[in-house]
């Protein structure tokens, strides 16, 4: 059961195998975690970014002041980013389902929203997961959703929000992935930029993450989360829907506070 710091670390590295070999060890060791071992932190931040707070928040997250640290809102604001992007990138495996399972709740609207994503995954499995997950965002001709920018905002794909959006992205120095198939303004895709501003992983001017939520985020996601939740073909998508959609509105009030 991997925590969401090592599956982001996982993820940049292209892999439990290349992860290993950035570090020097075995890859029986890296699949064998359940998180970055704390005398194994430095070295996985070096190899692919992902900060020391986001892999390991109980160990550094507390004490901001090192290159790479957050503090403890951020560092959970990040994990929450990179959750919903590794579930809204591709269905979640038998690994990432039963760590889900482990999710803990409190009567918070947030911590709801964990209990109900823990239940959806304790009683679903891989084969229905993927087949959800095909009838939701790919289809036979199209899914039931279009988790895209361009489309939210102007009824159709790879239009003026996405333009936008690169030149945004282009002046904070982000790139697109090489080989990413789709464009920048999927959600999963601007979650995990969102989660690596937050986390700093990716370096940019303080505010970054602010500004790119308020001009590219804020004016649809939440209405995409929303048409998840109450999508016909979702049942565990059903509460990533309602996850999406209450840490938006958490996010969006917290940005309308004053500085």
Request: glycine content about 8%.
């Amino acid at each position: 059961m991997r925590d969401v710091g090592l599956e982001e670390a996982i993820r940049v590295a292209g892999g439990v195998g290349a992860l290993a070999r950035k570090i020097g060890i075995s890859q029986p060791s890296v699949s064998n975690w359940s998180r970055v071992p704390a005398d194994r932190v430095l070295s996985v931040e070096h190899a692919t970014g992902v900060s020391r707070a986001m892999l390991r928040p109980d160990l550094y997250a507390e004490h901001p002041g090192t290159a790479g640290d957050v503090d403890a809102v951020d560092a959970a604001r990040a994990q929450e980013y990179a959750l919903l992007s590794i579930l809204l990138a591709r269905a979640p495996d038998a690994a990432l389902l039963e760590r889900l399972a482990t999710l803990c709740g409190d009567p918070s609207p947030l911590g709801l929203a964990h209990a109900a994503l823990a239940e959806a995954a304790e009683r679903t499995n891989v084969e229905r997961i993927e087949r959800e997950y095909f009838n939701l965002f790919i289809g036979l001709e199209r899914g039931e959703l279009l988790p895209y920018g361009s489309y939210y905002l102007s009824g159709f794909l790879h239009e003026r929000p996405l333009a936008r959006l690169r030149a945004h992205l282009a002046k904070l120095a982000i790139e697109r992935t090489a080989g990413q198939a789709e464009p920048e303004d999927h959600a999963a895709i601007l979650c995990e930029i969102m989660a690596g501003l937050v986390s700093r992983r990716l370096p940019a001017p303080a505010g970054s993450d602010r500004e790119l939520f308020e001009q590219h985020l804020k004016p649809w996601i939440g209405r995409f989360f929303a048409d998840l939740e109450q999508a016909d073909a979702a049942d565990f998508y059903r509460p990533v829907g309602m996850l999406g959609r209450v840490f938006v509105e958490i996010e969006t009030e917290a940005f309308a506070l004053p500085s």
